[in-house]
Structure formats: C-alpha cells, structure tokens
C-alpha cells in the first residue's frame, strides 16, 4: 500500500483535510481584511495627523455624572468615567432583567388562567406592551414621572423623611462605610452557603430517605456570615437623613427619575415578551402531566410548581436568553432619557476628545463582552434544566 | 433608536471609507475636486432655527447655509452650487476628515484641543457666542454663584458639561447633571422642573426662551461661564481651501465695515477706495492669489449681502430669535469683528 501523502496535492481529495483547509483560508481571510482595514485607517489618521490611540483613556475627564456606584468626580481619568458607566448600564440591566422574568411569570401563568377576567386582563397587558416600540414607552414613563410628580421644591412626604417629588425618591439611608460593604458581601455569602446546605441535605434525605426539619439549619447558614461581619467589623449605624435645601434635597438614598423610567420601561417591555414564553412553555408540557399529578393528590399551585414549570423551563430558556440580551442592549436607549449609562458617557467622551473610532470600538467591545457573559451564563443554565436522556 | 443605530451605521461607514478611500486628504487640492463636481459638500446643523435648517419649501436657510452660499459665489460665481449635507454634533469631525464634505459650518467652537488633534484648520470667527444658564424667575436667583446643588439640564454633544464643571469646580459648587440626547426631552425636563437651570451656548437658550408658554417666567443669568467662537472648519494641509474660507468670510466682515451691501455694490465698484477696489476686482488680482475669478469678492456680496445682512436675516431683532449684535459687532462699533485688510 502506498503511502496516501506521497502526492500532497492528493491530500485535496480528503474530504477532512478539505474541510480544514475550507476553514484555514476563510479564518485568514477575515483575519487579513481587519488587518488591512485596521492599518489602512492607522496609516491615513496619521497623515492627516488626527490622534490616535487609547492614551486619552487616561486624561482627566473633566465632567461629571450624575449617577455613580463608585467614587467619581471629574478630575478622574476618562477610563473611570467609562466604567461608571459601565456599573450604571450592568445596574439597570439586572434589575430590569428582575423585575421583567417575575412581571413577566406572573403574567404569563395568568394568561392561561381559567378565569376570564384575568386571562383577558393578561392578554391585554401584553398585546399593549409589545405592539409599542421602547423608545416611545420610555418618553411615556418619563414623561408620566416629570408631569405628575410635583417639583422638588413641593415634593410629597408619604411618610416623614422620605420625599416623593419629579427630582426622584428620596430615603433615608445609612452613611455607608467600606464595614458595610463588608456586611452585605458577607450576607450573599450566606445565600450562597444557604443553598449550598441545602442541597447537602436534600442529598442525604435522597441518600438515606430519613425526613428531617431543615429550615432551620438553612436559616441559620444564612445568617452567621453578615452576623459574625457584623460583629468583627463593627460597621457605625449612622443614619442619612434627607434635607432639604435651596433647590434639591440632598443626603439620603436617591432614585432618580431617569432610572426608575428606564426600569420601568424596559422591566414592562420585556415582561410582555417573558409571558409568551412562559405561556408557550407551560402549554409544552402535556395535558397527561396535569392529569397524572392530580391523580396523586398534588395541589394546582403544587402541580405548577414541582412538575410543570420544570418541565417548561426545557422551551423557555433558549428564548429566555435572547430576552435578557435584548434588555441588556436597549438599556442603552437610556440616553433618550438622560440616563448616565454607557452610551452616554461614551458620547460626552467622544465629544471631548474627538476620538470616535476609539470610543465606538470601546462600547463596542464591553456590549460584545457583556453579552457573551450573558449567553454562557444562560446556556450553562440551559444545560442544568435540559432533558437528561437515561 | 433609529437616531442611535443611523448614527453608529454613520460613523462605521465613515470609518469604512476612512479605510478603503484612495485618500481623500492627500489633496493639496480641494478646490480642483470641488470645481471638478461642480458644487461645495458643506456640512450643517440638520436643524437649527437661525443657523441652518430647511423651510417650508425644503430650502435651507440660516446664518451657518448662508456662509455655505457665499463659499458657493466665490469659487463658481453663483450662490446654488452647494450641497447641504446635515450632520449630527457626533459625526461632524469624521465627515470632514474623510473627505464626505469640503466646509463644516456647523456652529462648530473653536478650542486648541480640536485645532490640534483632529487634522482640521478652523477659519476666522463668525459668532461669538458663550455658555448661559437660564433659571425659572420664580427662584429669584441673580447669579450662577447662588446655584449650588442645583440640578442643570443639557445636551451632549459638545463642550458644554465640562464648561460647567470648569466654571463651578473653582467655586466649590456641587450640582446634579442631567444629560439629554433628544433637545425635546430636555427642553420639557427644564419646563417641568425636573431642572432648575437650563444651559447651553446664550443664542440656543433664546430659541429655548422663545418656544416657552411664557417667556417671561425665565430669566438667563448674567455670567457666560465659556467663551464659543463659533467658525467654519476645513481640512488641514491644504492652505489654498482654507484661505477661500477664511477670506470669503473676511469678506463679509470688511463689506459691512466699508458700508458695500448687497443693493449697492454695483455702485461701489465706481468707488475711489483703493481697498474697495482690489477687494471688488476693479483693481489688481487677489482672486488670481486664491486661484478664483477676480469677481469672487464682488460675487459673493451681489449674491448673498455682507455680514450684517446675515446677521439681521437670520439672527437679528426681527428674527424669532431676536438676538442683538452683542460681541458680533464690527470692530469699529465696540465688537470684536475684525478683517485683515484687502491688500
């Protein structure tokens, strides 16, 4: 037998090493293009002697936000500024992507309800709220919240100390100290212990089919971290009050309005889209499901819970992803609305510095980024509820 | 959205043609392209009332066109060779650079950092405007030093969030800053009182004044916290283009200060002013210097009027915007314009 490689163009007829090769040229192709371009535009910026480059990153930025989770003001570097508004884009997205999975499970079950009233009333809410473009419910939400609040200066007390006004809302909050952040780092560690526990007992329960009460040992694994913080630490409970000046109030925990519009329009939106899914997924499961866990004695909401959602979560998933993704991004009509997010403060930057390609290709990348921690979050995820073949 | 998404797609097509275009700016010669296609790409607000924006018959007009015209009367002798091309305040720059336009009059300041870093040359002033905050008269603030935590609304886009911070850091003042793409959303912010301050350049906050229920309710501060010359912008290393810029506008300046307007210049080319006469064409040969006809000047004032003609159609008393000369008055009359002379 000869040997195959004798002739190396002969190698072509293996349909393997065709693939491969198929695949070598295109990735080079693409690969020699963006080296093209990106020299090309290198070379022609610096003849018209146009700056280049990501040293701006490092400049003062010179303007300040007017929202931020870490400490910023404006003689802070450009790059500070970038991640405030990375922080305040990631914010909003999670509390959105909250608030639309649990609006958005409430309704949908609601809508398969058997009762004509709620279902009508479900199907409305979503049939508004996904035939109307974001954009317009988000100058509605905000709109709303600056028309019907009164100015800051007549602002509403609920309850004392707390002030309701088109300036946001107003709390009073602890003066936080880094032995807070401490505490609260400590308490998710206790979530996490929590369910960590609790999983341990539900092994042994399976294991050795012994029922024993385990609240009480899940509450307590939840609670020793930020206790045992608290009692290291030590954090001062000084309280923030509101008050009241010439034209704001200052202290105290601020929401502004462009956050809670922003909030609200994208949690509503994508709720609607959420209730589709759910609804498509519960009516994936068989109708011999129901039948079956009524025939031993569970109750509707326990069916729901423990046999039919689980099954569900097998169709709602994938398009669950594609929703939280599309939140993520059209966070960044937050600009519409004066929301400080990334967009924003890449805008203001590019402006500044009159580096656009920089700037695009920055906000560019961290979505890219951001969203691709989404999906492998999401499919590891996908994975652990998929159907398990024996 | 659609603003956001046509704005990305702009600036990756201008990077685009950035990368793949033979090479637009290798040109010692904008003026053989332009005359070459026949008419000026000149970029301009897409809409701004006074500056630039399309009437009701889809014709542009404003003081930033205007000069647009008179670019258009120099080199071809007629005032409707130009193509207006509306560019938002983000993609102004990229345009230019790659070749897209041949002027920006775009209501664009003058700074060091964008003469310096951007590869463009900027022409001589023509407004002189500053940044102004405008407060409810309810509030019966009387200077911007009173404003401390107040929250101030504006638009991005240019220089005007670090003007603030450059003008109340010194001071020590804190304030709440609220930035808004859309001038609609910002404008109702300030009128609902999510704002107590509303600021942009002074002639904006007028258009801003004069669209309110009752104008009278708001009062613009005293100080003016930056100084905005606004001028025309053209692209570095092609002196030649620039100079037609520059001295087309210095033209309008020196016909107002020598009193030749757009109804007697013909008169005035019998006038017995040496410098009347090589500025009109009658004498020597400052077009041939630019490379135009010897008429170029004399073409741009028969077509389009001198600057203070611009000023009072566009700008003026009579105008919406009823902004008075201020600091935009001749040099001769306590202003700060100023031409060169026509020797």
């Known amino acids: 037998m000869a040997a195959p490689s004798s002739n190396p163009l002969r190698l072509l007829n293996d349909l393997r090493v065709r693939a491969v090769l198929y695949q070598v040229v295109a990735v080079a192709l693409v690969v020699g293009i963006g080296l093209y371009l990106f020299g090309n535009v290198s070379r022609k910026l610096a003849e018209q002697n146009i700056a280049t480059g990501f040293a701006y990153l490092d400049r003062p930025a010179g303007f300040v936000i007017s929202q931020s989770f870490i400490a910023y003001d404006s003689s802070n570097s450009y790059a500070r500024a970038l991640l405030v508004g990375i922080l305040n884009t990631v914010f909003v997205s999670i509390f959105a992507v909250l608030l639309s999975t649990v609006l958005g499970l409430v309704v949908g079950i609601a809508r398969l309800s058997r009762n004509p009233m709620l279902s009508l009333l479900a199907k409305l809410y ?33 309850i004392p100390e707390v002030f309701v006004s088109n300036g946001g809302l107003i709390v009073p909050s602890l003066r936080w100290s880094p032995a807070h952040s401490g505490v609260l780092l400590a308490a998710l560690a206790g979530v ?22 385990a609240w009480p040992i899940v509450l307590a694994a939840s609670l020793l971290p930020p206790l045992l913080a608290a009692l290291l630490l030590q954090p001062d409970l000084v309280v923030n009050w509101p008050e009241k000046g010439r034209f704001r109030i200052t202290g105290g925990l601020q929401v502004t309005p462009e956050f809670t519009a922003l909030l609200v329009g994208l949690g509503l939106s994508a709720s609607a889209g959420i209730a589709e899914i759910v609804r498509a997924g519960i009516l994936s499961v068989g109708r011999g499901q129901w039948e079956a866990s009524r025939s031993v004695g569970l109750r509707d909401g326990q069916t729901m819970r423990l046999v039919v959602l689980p099954q569900a979560l097998r169709v709602i998933v994938p398009p669950l992803t594609s929703s939280y993704l599309s939140t993520f991004k059209n966070s960044s009509l937050a600009i519409a609305i004066g929301y400080p997010d990334l967009v924003m403060v890449s805008n203001t930057t590019m402006n500044q510095t009159g580096q656009a390609i920089e700037g695009i290709a920055i906000f560019m990348l961290v979505y890219l980024g951001m969203s691709i921690t989404i999906s492998l979050f999401m499919n590891w995820y996908n994975a652990r509820v998929a159907l398990v073949e024996r | 959205m659609t603003r956001m998404i046509s704005k990305i797609a702009t600036l990756g097509f201008l990077a685009a043609v950035a990368a793949l275009a033979a090479s637009p700016a290798s040109a010692q010669a904008t003026l053989d392209t332009v005359k070459k296609r026949g008419k000026v790409l000149c970029g301009v607000s897409p809409s701004s009332a006074g500056y630039s924006f399309a009437d009701d018959k889809g014709v542009r007009k404003g003081f930033d066109s205007d000069v647009c015209r008179a670019i258009s009367s120099a080199v071809f002798g007629a005032p409707d060779k130009v193509e207006f091309v509306p560019l938002n305040t983000n993609i102004r720059f990229q345009a230019l650079q790659s070749g897209e336009i041949d002027v920006l009059s775009r209501q664009t300041t003058l700074t060091f950092s964008r003469d310096n870093s951007l590869g463009l040359d900027f022409g001589p002033v023509v407004f002189y405007d500053g940044q102004g905050l405008m407060v409810n008269a309810k509030l019966g603030v009387k200077s911007a030093s009173e404003l401390s935590q107040a929250a101030i609304c504006l638009l991005p886009g240019t220089t005007t969030l670090q003007n603030l911070e450059d003008f109340f850091k010194p001071r020590g003042i804190k304030y709440e800053s609220v930035v808004f793409e859309d001038n609609n959303e910002w404008r109702n912010a300030f009128f609902s009182g999510r704002c107590d301050v509303i600021t942009s350049d002074r002639s904006d906050l007028a258009s801003v004044r004069a669209v309110a229920n009752d104008p009278k309710q708001f009062v613009i501060l005293p100080e003016t916290i930056s100084k905005e010359p606004l001028a025309p912008v053209v692209r570095q290393n092609d002196s030649n283009w620039k100079d037609i810029v520059s001295w087309s506008v210095n033209a309008l300046i020196a016909a107002e200060e020598y009193g030749i307007t757009q109804a007697n210049v013909d008169e005035k080319l019998q006038s017995k002013e040496p410098e009347i006469q090589r500025m009109l064409g009658v004498s020597g040969d400052l077009g041939k210097m630019l490379n135009l006809d010897n008429k170029w000047a004399y073409n741009i004032i028969k077509q389009n009027g001198n600057y203070g003609e611009f000023f009072e159609r566009n700008l003026g008393e009579s105008t919406r915007l009823g902004l008075t000369r201020g600091p935009n008055q001749l040099w001769t009359k306590g202003g700060l314009l100023y031409s060169p002379p026509f020797r």
Do not use: K
């Open chain 1, 192 to 213: 996490v212990l929590a369910f960590v526990v609790a999983g341990r007992l539900r092994r042994h329960r399976v294991a050795t089919g012994i029922e024993r009460r």
């Open chain 1, 126 to 158: 979503v049939e508004a709220l996904r035939n109307v473009p974001l954009l317009l419910y988000l100058f509605l939400w905000y709109a709303l919240i600056v028309a019907v609040f009164p100015p800051v200066r007549e602002a509403w007390q609920p």
